[in-house]
């Protein structure tokens, strides 16, 4: 596979703000935007028709996080409804970078924490580098 040459469609995963992400001022904490961002790269795999367990079991491979770098700009609160934007922005022989923004359901134009990470296809049993199968993407 070369490089994605048009961009991929946009996955848009709703969360909701729970007291359990925030800490104890209501803002949320910071490592839960990781998370956050984790369940929406799995949630547009699975719009695709992949799971993780599907691709590891029945493909023989793995998705592993190489890199992340988040720009946290403005909090998420207690309650807030919330949605991650995840889309591809670079597609390699054996490596993928996602795009993801997470913004508040109602004020769309307000990016609250931005990420680009990049995970690598690697074989499911030896975790060594493998070049990513023809999936539709």
């Not at 490592?31 to 028709?49: D, I, M």
């Not at 691709?55 to 998705?63: C, H, N, Q």
């Not at 998420?76 to 022989?93: F, G, P």
Request: contains cysteine; hydrophobic residues 40%.
């Amino acid at each position: 596979m070369s490089d994605a040459s048009k961009p991929s469609p946009t996955h848009v995963h709703p969360l909701r703000v729970y007291w359990e992400d925030t800490d104890a001022s209501g803002v949320v904490y910071h490592a839960n935007y990781l998370k956050w961002f984790e369940r929406a790269r799995t949630e547009w795999l699975r719009a695709l028709g992949y799971s993780q367990d599907k691709l590891m079991a029945e493909v023989g491979i793995a998705f592993t996080v190489a890199s992340i770098d988040i720009l946290y700009r403005r909090p998420a609160r207690l309650d807030d409804q919330v949605e991650v934007h995840t889309s591809i922005a670079e597609l390699k022989n054996v490596s993928l970078t996602f795009s993801q923004v997470l913004r508040r359901s109602d004020a769309p134009d307000e990016v609250l924490a931005k990420a680009s990470v990049r995970v690598a296809c690697v074989d499911a049993k030896t975790f060594m580098p493998k070049r990513i199968p023809a999936l539709g993407w």
